[in-house]
C-alpha cells in the first residue's frame, strides 16, 4: 500500500517545498472536482470530513463515517479515479459538538467519534480538544488540551485496523471550524514560546497515557500563521511575521505545520505557506464558495434560454428553503434583513453549503442542470457568465455542458492549491 502522505512528509522534511491539499467537503460536486484536479495533476487526493459534517449520528449531512467514505469511493468509480489514491482524514475530531456539555460526557461521545472514523479506516486524524467545554476554565490550559487529545488517540488506536498506518494532527490554536463567526479586526501569529509549549504538553500528555510510541505518527501541528476569513474579508497570509514560528518543528523529523482557514489565500500566499513549512493546506468553504458561484452563473444563463414558467428558480428556491431552515444560518449573520440576505448568499463563511443537501435545492439544482442541458448553452454566453470557463472552451480542454462547466469552476478554487503544492512535480 503507497504511504501517500508518508511520501510528501519525507519530502518536505528532506527540503523539498512541496505539500498537500486537503479538501474539507462532503459535496458531491465538490468531492468530483478535487478527483479531476487530483488527476490533472498526477497525485493523490487527500479528503476530510469535518466532525459537524459527518459523525455516528449522521452531522449535517446525514453521514456517519463509513457513509462519507461510501460516498468518496462511489464517485471515485463514476468519475474513473483509483481508490488506492485516495487518502480519508477527519477534522476537528473532538468534543466540537457537544461544547454544551461536561467533560465526561461531552469526551465520551468524542471518543465514539473518533473510533468511528478510525474502525471506516480514515488514516488522518486531527484531535481537536481545543474548545472548552461546561465547566471549564478559560481559557484552556495547554495540559488539559492535551490529556483530552491522549484519550483521543488511544480510542482510535484501539479501533483502527491498522493503528500503524494512522497519522495524527494535534494543536492548541486552532481556527474554528469554516471560518471567523465575527469580524477580523486584527490576526495575531501563534508566537513560537506557545508552539513549543503545546508541543511539549502533547508529547507528556501521551508518555503519560502510554502512548509515546505513536510520537512519530503524530504529522503535523496545528498553529495560526495569521490567516483567517469573515464574512466579507480575507486576512492574507504575511511571511514576516512568522519568522520565528517557522523554525518551531526544525527537531521534529516527522512533523510539519498544518494551515487551517487557507481559503480564498492568493496564490502567492499559499505557496509561501507551503514554503514556510505548512505542507497541509486545508480549503472547504472556498470550495462550496466556487461552487455556489458556478450554479449562480448557470443560473442567470438560465434565465436567457428558458421561459419563465420552466426555470428551476434555483435562487428563489435557496432563500425559501434558508429562511425555512434560519438555525443553519442566523448565529452566524447579524445585520439587517437586506445585510443578512447579502450575506446568506455571498458571504465567504458560506454558510449557504449547510442547505445544499436539502432536497427542494438539489431538485432545483438537477432542473438547472437539465434545463441548460436541453437548452445547449451558446459560447457568448458562457463568455457573460464564466469568462475563465469560456478561455477553455475556445482552447479546446471544456465543453459547454453545464455539469463540466460547474466542475471547472470548483477546479478554479483548486489550482492555486496544486500549483503552491507543486503538485505537478511529484
Not at 161 to 182: F, L, M, N, S, W
Not at 365 to 392: C, D, F, H, K, M
Request: charged share 25%.
Amino acid at each position: 500500500m503507497t504511504d501517500h502522505l508518508g511520501d510528501v512528509l519525507r519530502a518536505h522534511k528532506a527540503g523539498e517545498a512541496v505539500g498537500v491539499t486537503s479538501v474539507c467537503s462532503a459535496h458531491p460536486l465538490v468531492l468530483a472536482a478535487a478527483m479531476r484536479q487530483a488527476a490533472a495533476d498526477g497525485t493523490f487526493l487527500l479528503v476530510e470530513a469535518t466532525s459537524n459534517q459527518v459523525d455516528q449520528f449522521g452531522g449535517y449531512t446525514g453521514m456517519r463515517p463509513a457513509d462519507f467514505r461510501a460516498l468518496v469511493h462511489r464517485i471515485a468509480a463514476e468519475e474513473g479515479f483509483p481508490a488506492d489514491a485516495i487518502v480519508l482524514g477527519g477534522d476537528h475530531l473532538g468534543p466540537n459538538t457537544w461544547q454544551g456539555e461536561a467533560e465526561e460526557p461531552a469526551m465520551a461521545k468524542a471518543e465514539d467519534l473518533v473510533r468511528a472514523y478510525a474502525a471506516a479506516g480514515y488514516t488522518k486524524l486531527h484531535l481537536d480538544c481545543s474548545m472548552p467545554l461546561a465547566g471549564d476554565s478559560t481559557p484552556l490550559a495547554d495540559e488539559v488540551v492535551a490529556a483530552r487529545a491522549a484519550r483521543l488517540l488511544a480510542a482510535a488506536e484501539s479501533a483502527a485496523p491498522d493503528p500503524a498506518a494512522v497519522r495524527y494532527v494535534i494543536g492548541t490554536e486552532v481556527p474554528v471550524p469554516g471560518g471567523a463567526h465575527e469580524t477580523i479586526d486584527a490576526l495575531a501569529p501563534t508566537p513560537p514560546g506557545a508552539a513549543r509549549a503545546t508541543l511539549a504538553a502533547h508529547r507528556s500528555a501521551f508518555e503519560a497515557a502510554g502512548a509515546a510510541a505513536a510520537w512519530p505518527r503524530i504529522m503535523a501541528l496545528v498553529v495560526q500563521p495569521g490567516v483567517e476569513f469573515d464574512h466579507l474579508r480575507v486576512v492574507d497570509y504575511d511571511p514576516s511575521r512568522t519568522a520565528g514560528l517557522q523554525r518551531v518543528l526544525d527537531g521534529e523529523p516527522d512533523m510539519v505545520f498544518e494551515a487551517h482557514s487557507t481559503d480564498y489565500q492568493l496564490v502567492e500566499g499559499l505557496t509561501a505557506l507551503v514554503d514556510d513549512h505548512w505542507a497541509v493546506l486545508k480549503v472547504g468553504p472556498g470550495l462550496t464558495f466556487a461552487l455556489r458561484e458556478g450554479l449562480f452563473a448557470l443560473a442567470a444563463i438560465e434565465d436567457q434560454l428558458v421561459p419563465e414558467a420552466d426555470r428551476s428558480r434555483l435562487l428563489d428556491v435557496i432563500e425559501q428553503r434558508m429562511l425555512a431552515e434560519p438555525a443553519t444560518w442566523r448565529r452566524y449573520y447579524e445585520g439587517t434583513e437586506d445585510e443578512q440576505r447579502i450575506a446568506r448568499r455571498f458571504s465567504y463563511s458560506d454558510r449557504l453549503r449547510y442547505s445544499l443537501p436539502d432536497p427542494e435545492i438539489e431538485a432545483a439544482v438537477a432542473a438547472l442542470l437539465a434545463n441548460l442541458t436541453a437548452a445547449g448553452i451558446p459560447e457568448p454566453l458562457i463568455s457573460q457568465y464564466l469568462p475563465e470557463q469560456y478561455g477553455r472552451l475556445r482552447r479546446g480542454a471544456l465543453t459547454a455542458d453545464p455539469r463540466e462547466l460547474l466542475l471547472d469552476r470548483v477546479r478554479d478554487a483548486l489550482r492555486p492549491y496544486s500549483a503552491a503544492c507543486r503538485a505537478a512535480r511529484r
